[in-house]
Structures are given as structure tokens and as C-alpha cells.
């Protein structure tokens, strides 16, 4: 089994900034994508970004120049840099490890979240 743990989640003013963390379990974590995953209150899950095994990255619309993602396969560790938080950021975001092919991405382990609160 995969397991995946989340952390920097917070409260976070307009404009700030946080950090988020995953550290993955898996002895073959190179070889998978991993992205991060959504959901705030009242609405569906959604992809934020993910990136790949070779390392290409890609993004929602709607954080595209505000968030950033990468990894360190030496660590297990998966990492979001969300600058400039809108209140529309507000949601639980997910770790996932998953496939993918160009600009498809299917996760297929999830962890368990951590909450980003945007509010003045």
C-alpha cells in the first residue's frame, strides 16, 4: 500500500502565501506522477496540478502563475507553493500519486488532506 500525508495547511490572509508538504510511502516513487487535488466548500474535486516522473508540470487555470509544484524523489516529497491566495483557494487539498500521459493525469492513491482557509 501507498500512503501519502499531507501538511502546511492553514489560515491564510488574501494575498499570502503557504506551503504545502506530502511525503510519500513506495519504493518506486521516481517513476510516478503526483499532483494535487482540491475540494473546497460546496464544490466538486478538481485537479490543481500535477507533475510528471520526468518532471513537466501542469496547471488549473485558475492558479496558473500563483501556485507552484515539484518534487524530491531523494526525500518522497511532494511540495505546493501557492502565492498570492484568493479566497476561492479555500479548500481541503490532496496529495495523489497517479499516472499520466501528456496533459491526463489519474491518480490512483490519495492522502488524507490538509485545509487551506483564505479569508480577511
Known amino acids: 500500500q501507498v500512503h501519502l500525508q499531507e501538511s502546511g495547511g492553514g489560515l491564510a490572509r488574501p494575498g499570502e502565501s503557504l506551503r504545502l508538504s506530502c511525503v510519500a510511502s513506495?519504493?518506486?516513487?521516481?517513476?510516478?506522477?503526483l499532483g494535487w487535488h482540491r475540494q473546497g466548500p460546496g464544490k466538486q474535486r478538481e485537479l490543481v496540478a500535477f507533475?510528471?516522473?520526468?518532471?513537466?508540470?501542469t496547471y488549473a487555470d485558475s492558479v496558473k502563475g500563483r501556485f507552484a509544484i515539484s518534487r524530491d524523489n531523494t526525500k518522497n516529497t511532494l511540495h505546493l507553493q501557492m502565492n498570492n491566495l484568493k479566497s476561492e483557494d479555500t479548500a481541503v487539498y490532496y496529495c495523489?500519486?497517479?499516472?499520466?500521459?501528456?496533459?491526463?493525469?489519474?491518480?490512483?492513491?490519495w492522502g488524507q488532506g490538509t485545509q487551506v482557509t483564505v479569508f480577511s
Open positions: 513506495g519504493e518506486f516513487f521516481s517513476v510516478y506522477s
Open positions: 495523489t500519486r497517479g499516472t499520466s500521459n501528456g496533459p491526463r493525469y489519474s491518480p490512483d492513491y
Open positions: 507533475i510528471s516522473s520526468e518532471g513537466f508540470t
